[in-house]
């Protein structure tokens, strides 16, 4: 099927113009040929409060609520609901506070003439309501993804006999998963969002030299042992090692870009599974 750009701009046009052709049926009620049209006591009333506020605002307001239903679901996995689903609404909001919200009311006080004389619902009060979706779904988006790839670390911990097994020689099949997996969703995710500023180093030189320190005795130790059964992501792994020397804040709100979120989702994911392993 469709890739999520295609879907994303299929869904917002559709959206788009299902209300330019509502306004345009609604716009029938103020046409000269129309008796009441002309009085002041229903035009102003009609187009103000019910075309502005009672239909457009209000289905702005309902796409807001409908999407944030999606991250209520039940269960750690995030019920039925797909992760694309929630990744394809956090951008559909984040572009409706960006600029759909400012163009669709823009679009009907110029149809309807509007005369703000009655108290409205201010633009900036509907794009912060689409940026708190957006942000919402964003965040559950990454719990789900950091939840179903910390559960299976879990379950591949728990089940194996670590007394009685053998010396590993190779890496896991599932740590290959992890990877796999993990570079999917940084690529679901690069589809949707651009790449975001990337942080300093931490200038916390002795940290850093122990770092490199501790990491080249490892792999002269193991290198010998150690041969990789398939090409990995380059940019992948400088992602998981900037974990490991970038200061992230584990549960603080994802932002809207592909190096932050994989960097936080990364982190959830290992917050999860050292919970998970230790009873939590």
Same mark, same amino acid.
């Given at each position: %099927?469709?890739?999520? *750009?295609? +879907? &994303?701009?299929? =869904? $917002?046009?559709?959206? @788009?113009?299902?209300?330019?052709?509502?306004?345009?049926?609604?716009?029938?009620?103020?046409?000269?040929?129309?008796?009441?049209?002309?009085?002041?006591?229903?035009?102003?009333?009609?187009?103000?409060?019910?075309?502005?506020?009672?239909?457009?605002?209000?289905?702005?307001?309902?796409?807001?609520?409908?999407?944030?239903?999606?991250?209520?679901?039940?269960?750690?996995?995030? %019920?039925?609901?797909? *992760?694309? +689903? &929630?990744?394809? =609404? $956090?951008?559909?909001? @984040?572009?409706?506070?960006?600029?759909?919200?400012?163009?669709?009311?823009?679009?009907?006080?110029?149809?309807?003439?509007?005369?703000?004389?009655?108290?409205?619902?201010?633009?900036?009060?509907?794009?912060?309501?689409?940026?708190?979706?957006?942000?919402?779904?964003?965040?559950?988006?990454?719990?789900?993804?950091?939840?179903?790839?910390?559960?299976?670390?879990?379950?591949?911990?728990?089940?194996?006999?670590?007394?009685?097994?053998?010396?590993?020689?190779?890496?896991?099949?599932?740590?290959?998963?992890?990877?796999?997996?993990?570079?999917?969703?940084?690529?679901?995710?690069?589809?949707?969002?651009?790449?975001?500023?990337?942080?300093?180093?931490?200038?916390?030189?002795?940290?850093?030299?122990?770092?490199?320190?501790?990491?080249?005795?490892?792999?002269?130790?193991?290198?010998?042992?150690?041969?990789?059964?398939?090409?990995?992501?380059?940019?992948?792994?400088?992602?998981?090692?900037?974990?490991?020397?970038?200061?992230?804040?584990?549960?603080?709100?994802?932002?809207?870009?592909?190096?932050?979120?994989?960097?936080?989702?990364?982190?959830?994911?290992?917050?999860?599974?050292?919970?998970?392993?230790?009873?939590?």
């Amino acid at each position: %099927g469709p890739g999520l *750009p295609e +879907l &994303l701009a299929s =869904l $917002s046009a559709s959206i @788009l113009n299902q209300i330019k052709a509502v306004l345009a049926s609604v716009h029938l009620f103020t046409a000269k040929d129309i008796t009441f049209s002309s009085k002041p006591y229903f035009k102003g009333e009609f187009c103000s409060q019910g075309v502005r506020e009672g239909l457009i605002v209000r289905f702005i307001q309902f796409v807001c609520q409908s999407s944030r239903q999606f991250c209520e679901t039940a269960g750690d996995r995030g %019920g039925a609901t797909p *992760p694309s +689903l &929630l990744l394809l =609404l $956090s951008r559909l909001c @984040l572009d409706y506070e960006t600029s759909t919200i400012s163009y669709i009311l823009t679009l009907t006080d110029e149809q309807f003439l509007v005369q703000h004389h009655a108290p409205v619902t201010a633009v900036t009060a509907l794009c912060a309501e689409a940026r708190g979706a957006a942000q919402k779904l964003l965040n559950h988006y990454v719990k789900v993804q950091g939840l179903i790839v910390s559960q299976m670390l879990r379950k591949s911990v728990e089940t194996r006999d670590w007394v009685n097994t053998i010396e590993p020689r190779n890496v896991r099949a599932v740590m290959k998963r992890v990877v796999e997996d993990t570079t999917s969703i940084d690529v679901q995710v690069g589809l949707l969002y651009e790449e975001g500023a990337r942080k300093a180093h931490s200038s916390d030189s002795s940290k850093r030299t122990f770092s490199v320190y501790s990491s080249s005795r490892q792999q002269a130790r193991y290198a010998p042992s150690y041969t990789p059964s398939a090409p990995m992501d380059t940019n992948l792994l400088s992602n998981i090692q900037k974990l490991f020397s970038d200061r992230i804040d584990i549960f603080s709100p994802v932002e809207f870009n592909t190096q932050r979120s994989q960097q936080r989702g990364l982190c959830r994911c290992g917050g999860s599974v050292s919970d998970g392993i230790s009873g939590y």
